[in-house]
């Protein structure tokens, strides 16, 4: 069956990094778009960013030039590289693909303090 699992989540400092993991398995992750959302406390689930299948990226305005969404299909794994981390930032992490149906994991959370 589909899953993804996340990791990497933490509590950090404002002004650090931390990387976030998506390991994904049981279905052809090369060929499928992976992205990542967040959901902070008492707030909506928002796109963070995205890596297409061809590579290609985009990334939300609250996020772009401070994340970085990678991709091994090697190792059947989507990164997010979140650095210059803000308190803003604090939220659950999830990892996210259509596959038949939407797709997540149980997410990871991230922590940033002031």
């Not at 994904?24 to 499928?32: N, V, W």
Request: with cysteine; hydrophobic share 30%; net charge neutral.
């Amino acid at each position: 069956q589909v899953q993804l699992v996340e990791s990497g989540g933490d509590v950090v400092q404002a002004g650090g990094s931390l990387r976030l993991s998506c390991t994904a398995s049981g279905f052809p992750f090369s060929l499928y778009d992976m992205r990542w959302y967040r959901q902070a406390p008492e707030k909506g689930r928002e796109f963070v960013a995205v890596i297409q299948s061809n590579e290609i990226t985009v990334y939300s305005e609250y996020v772009k030039g401070r994340f970085t969404i990678s991709r091994d299909n090697s190792k059947n794994t989507v990164y997010l590289q979140m650095d210059s981390l803000k308190p803003e930032d604090t939220a659950v992490y999830y990892c996210h693909t259509f596959y038949g149906q939407d797709r997540w994991g149980r997410g990871t959370q991230v922590t940033v303090t002031s």
